[in-house]
Structure formats: structure tokens, C-alpha cells
């Protein structure tokens, strides 16, 4: 029965790769993890642009996207508070909060960090005659620290450290616990001022190598599952339009870095395939699932190239206090087939600036479909000299 619920709610997790399933179950291959709660994208001003981060304007919450943006921030520290329902059309209790801040050192430097909890609400649990049992409350967190330098005037890195804790289903008496592991981020950042016209744009790239790390395991390492360890690759392009405008087009691409599950073959016995499994996937490290990810795919490169998942958004500001946003994210409908248009919109003080973004999905099962999420931040300088004109 327990193990039941960890089944029940491990399935919350993955329904967004399951998407479309029943369309095409005969290519559905996606890519499994543990964890997925790490690849949500927590801040509304992300979300509105369909997921696009990686290299877009530098924010409080570049954390998740890019740490290695923060030494180009021009507040020297911010907070931010975000949060993200999950599942809204079907329950009311499973959401992601989220809470990212930084401190910048001098002018080259900073350190940031960031806290995510990903709560699945409360599920109750019957025993094989369907007696009342209590209830569980699975949630998963992650938590993490970053340091981001310049390495020159245009260019700047990052590592992050993090620690992931899952608790799905966890009882004393169980054969199951909860799942803990430890990861990194390595982050890049470039941007430069070109002509454009009679212009002076702003282009910039980024790269995100983010959960690289242990796995993760539910039953001692009785079994373990790949972190969603991710290739965030993008661009971005702010051109100002006159002294109050300025429009931004962005795109990012995301592959996800983890061995594909080998499909048995027509030809091969159960007891050949689960041996096979055992060593091709089940044992590979995660390091060595790294590389192995780019060439492991069943379909050879048409597979190998669905994997890789398209975002596109473009920002409009005016007087750098007001912004509206669009998007667009693509994925193969054998991959998971989270295929959605977003919007959303923002508004920028001195002290404080308040984000909110809604995600309409054009395939079946988002579970973000007709979602509103919002983001806080502050900005601690605007804070620092608010208090200071009033003394």
C-alpha cells in the first residue's frame, strides 16, 4: 500500500513528460528522471517568456537560469518571492514556492542563493481493503549557493552548489526513505553593445550546465534515479527603440543530459533485456551519462535531435517601469509534448518590482495550463535610499 503511494505520487512528478502518450505511444520515449520538480521554472518573469532565462537582461532571479549574470545586475543586492500553482485544474494544494536573493562583491563579483519547496499537498492513504490509514504530505526542496565573478568586462562564470531532498512517501516502518543528493551548476555569461542601424543593442549569450551530480535513491541504492541534469544554451537581443522603449527577442534550447531508457528488442528474451538494462542505463554514473546522452538514443540523431526542446519570447518595456511578454516552447510529442504560448507582465519601482505570467498549452496535460504565477522582488538599494531620505 505504501509503496503504492510512492507510485501515486511519483506519477504527479513525471505527468509532464507524459503528455501525449496516447497519441503517440509507439514513438513515446521520453527521457526519465528523479526530481522533476528542478526543471520548473519558478519565476514569473521566466514563465512568461516560455521558459527563456538563459541570456535574457540580468534579474534577482537569474539563479535558476544563469548565476552567472548577477555581477552585471545594477542593484548590488535583491530579493525575490515567486510562486507557481501545480496542477490547479485537478487539486488545489500542490504548488512550487520559491525564494532567490544576491549580494554582489565589489564590482566583480557576487554570491546568490536561492530555496525551492515543491509541495504535492496532503494524500490520504487506504490499506488492500480500503480502510482509512492517515495521510502523507510528499514534498521535495532544493537549496543553493552560487559565486559568479567577471572575467572581463563582457564575459563572466559561475559554480553553484546544491542539495536536493525528496520525501515522497516516507514511514518509519517502510522499506522506503527519503532520497537526498548533491549537485553543481557551471554557468557562462558574454554580452557586448553592437550597432545595429543608428542603434546600440545589447546581444548577449549564455550557457547553463545545470544538476550535474550524484543520483538519487528512495530504498538505501537499492535503486537510483538520474537527476534532470540540463544543457541550457541562448541568446538574447535588447534594442532600444527611442529613450522610453526598448524591445527584447530571446530563444533558448534545453537538452536534457541523461541516458534514454534502451527499448527491448523484438528478438531479445525479458531475462537478456533486464541484464542489459542493468548495465546500459542502471549502472551507468552520472558523469558517464553525461556524454553518453548525446548519442544514446533509439532513433539515432532524428531522436537525438527531438530531444532538444525550443523556446522563443520577446520583452517590451516602456520608461524601464513597464513590460508585457510573450513566448513560445516547443517539445517532440515523443519527448513529453509540452507545446504552450505564454504571456505576461511586469511592473518595476525603485523599491520593488512585481511580475505574473500565464501559460495557455496547445497539447493535452500541461500542468500549468491556465496558470497564473506571480514573483515579488526587491530591490535593496531602492530600499537602502528610500530609508535614507527619510532620516
Known amino acids: 500500500m505504501k509503496k503504492t503511494m510512492v507510485i501515486v505520487a511519483a506519477a504527479l512528478m513525471c505527468v509532464v513528460q507524459g503528455a501525449g502518450a496516447e497519441e503517440v505511444k509507439d514513438q513515446f520515449n521520453p527521457v526519465n528522471t528523479g526530481v522533476n520538480s528542478l526543471g520548473i521554472a519558478p519565476d514569473a518573469r521566466g514563465g512568461g517568456l516560455a521558459d527563456v532565462g538563459v541570456a535574457t537582461e540580468p534579474d534577482v532571479n537569474s539563479q535558476y537560469w544563469n548565476p552567472a549574470k548577477y555581477p552585471f545586475t545594477i542593484s548590488r543586492a535583491g530579493l525575490s518571492i515567486s510562486y507557481t500553482p501545480w496542477l490547479r485544474k485537478l487539486v488545489n494544494d500542490i504548488d512550487l514556492a520559491y525564494v532567490a536573493g544576491y549580494v554582489r562583491l565589489g564590482d566583480y563579483q557576487a554570491i546568490s542563493a536561492s530555496l525551492r519547496y515543491f509541495s504535492l499537498g496532503e494524500v490520504p492513504m487506504t490499506d488492500g481493503e480500503g480502510n482509512n490509514q492517515g495521510s502523507i504530505k510528499p514534498y521535495e526542496m532544493a537549496v543553493d549557493v552560487a559565486y559568479s ?33 548533491f549537485a553543481a551548476d557551471i554557468a557562462l555569461y558574454y554580452n557586448n553593445y553592437v550597432i545595429m542601424g543608428q542603434r546600440e543593442c545589447l546581444l548577449a549569450f549564455g550557457l547553463n550546465l545545470s544538476n550535474i551530480g550524484s543520483k538519487i535513491s528512495y530504498d538505501s541504492g537499492a535503486t537510483s534515479a538520474f537527476l534532470p541534469t540540463n544543457f541550457r544554451l541562448g541568446g538574447s537581443l535588447l534594442i532600444p ?10 530563444a533558448d534550447i534545453n537538452k536534457l543530459m541523461v541516458p534514454t531508457v534502451p527499448q527491448q528488442r523484438e528478438d531479445e528474451a525479458d531475462v537478456d533485456y533486464q541484464e542489459r538494462l542493468q548495465q546500459e542505463y542502471f549502472d551507468q554514473s552520472p558523469i558517464k551519462g553525461i556524454f553518453k546522452s548525446w548519442s544514446d538514443a533509439p532513433g539515432g540523431l532524428k531522436e537525438e535531435l527531438q530531444e532538444i526542446q525550443v523556446s522563443a519570447g520577446f520583452e517590451y518595456m516602456y520608461n524601464n517601469q513597464f513590460s508585457v511578454r510573450a513566448g513560445y516552447h516547443h517539445e517532440s510529442p515523443n519527448k513529453g509534448n509540452r507545446k504552450y504560448f505564454t504571456v505576461g507582465a511586469g511592473f518595476r519601482m525603485s523599491v520593488f518590482s512585481l511580475d505574473a505570467a500565464y501559460l495557455v498549452s496547445t497539447a493535452q496535460s500541461n500542468p500549468l495550463d491556465q496558470t497564473l504565477r506571480f514573483s515579488l522582488a526587491f530591490d535593496m538599494d531602492g530600499i537602502r535610499d528610500l530609508f535614507g531620505r527619510r532620516r
Open 149 to 181: 565573478r567577471m572575467l572581463s568586462e563582457r564575459f563572466s562564470a559561475a559554480v553553484a552548489l546544491r542539495y536536493i531532498f525528496s520525501d515522497l512517501a516516507y514511514r518509519q516502518d517502510d522499506d522506503t526513505s527519503p532520497g537526498n543528493a
Open 241 to 250: 527603440i527611442n529613450e522610453y522603449n526598448t524591445f527584447a527577442i530571446m
